[in-house]
């Protein structure tokens, strides 16, 4: 939540940057000086954290150079030794950088102890060192979290979009089909089953892409499933906008219509009588493609 509240005080304060050039082509350049940089992508734009958006993404690091993604103004910077705000516990250490066009970059969870410079209004190259990778404010361990925002930050963009190649040749896992009873409670539902069911349920399915790194649990980038040959939902993580006071994806859909309890929501579904086919299909960023079908049989009881 606090992460949401400074998020905007940000946004609001620098609305009206002057940093425009409005025929500017913006390279961007992966923000970590670090070898290996297959293995080392956490977490993707647009997963779930419990009740929000993962809004940008994850390099593990410890104490490597932080680089500006592009030549921009230094818009911000949020030090725990800036008295008398305090640590931040959110983003912890951050810098923000403005790219001209109403495109934006910020930088989370850095280092302690701010480079010289940062306070100075002034351009920094793209590739410049801006900070080191920490594990500041609320991190469960030392990475950077940076996010790319667009359109004076009204829409959040993957960063995958306009980033060099990750490699990644895996496709994504598709794993458990869950009916789930309450909030606590559920079932588990496997290709051939017999099941009894006397109302709508909310069902969703476990996917993970672990990369080129086994045991990673990455999100995927786009999803598709249909119901007995009709489509239930198609719905993709390529950038989210703020509309009637939610965070949606480009579908339009909100975080609560795409997951429940951290797994992708299939829908609220009330199943027919007897053969019931789900097919569910996944994609990475790397668009690796991942199919799986749930042939079940349902006994409908009163």
Do not use: C
Not at 59 to 72: D, F, H, K, R
Not at 180 to 185: A, I, R, S, T, V
Not at 244 to 265: A, M
Not at 271 to 291: P, T
């Amino acid at each position: 939540m606090r992460r949401s509240i400074s998020l905007g005080i940000i946004l609001a304060a620098f609305h009206l940057s002057t940093f425009a050039q409005n025929d500017k082509v913006i390279n961007f350049l992966f923000p970590v000086k670090t070898d290996g940089i297959e293995n080392k992508v956490t977490s993707v734009f647009g997963e779930s954290r419990g009740d929000h958006f993962h809004n940008g993404m994850d390099i593990a690091s410890t104490g490597e150079p932080v680089l500006a993604m592009a030549e921009g103004k230094i818009l911000y910077s949020r030090f725990g030794e800036d008295d008398p705000f305090g640590e931040e516990f959110g983003t912890g250490n951050s810098v923000w950088l403005d790219h001209g066009n109403g495109t934006y970059s910020s930088y989370y969870h850095l280092k302690d102890g701010r480079l010289p410079g940062l306070l100075e209004e002034r351009l920094v190259a793209g590739g410049e060192k801006i900070a080191y990778t920490g594990n500041t404010g609320h991190s469960s361990g030392a990475h950077l979290h940076f996010v790319l925002l667009k359109d004076f930050g009204k829409t959040i963009q993957d960063p995958m979009k306009v980033l060099p190649i990750v490699e990644d040749e895996n496709p994504p896992v598709i794993g458990n089909l869950l009916i789930h009873q309450d909030e606590y409670k559920y079932s588990q539902v496997n290709d051939g089953d017999n099941i009894n069911i006397s109302r709508a349920f909310p069902v969703t399915v476990g996917i993970q892409d672990a990369g080129k790194k086994s045991g990673q649990r990455r999100g995927v980038s786009q999803i598709q499933v249909s119901l007995n040959g009709q489509l239930l939902k198609k719905a993709s993580f390529s950038n989210l906008h703020y509309e009637k006071g939610e965070w949606k994806n480009s579908e339009g859909f909100p975080f609560s219509d795409l997951y429940f309890k951290d797994q992708y929501l299939v829908g609220n579904l009330d199943f027919r009588n007897g053969e019931n086919v789900i097919k569910v299909l996944a994609w990475d960023f790397r668009q690796n493609l991942s199919e799986k079908t749930f042939t079940f049989y349902v006994n409908r009881i009163r």
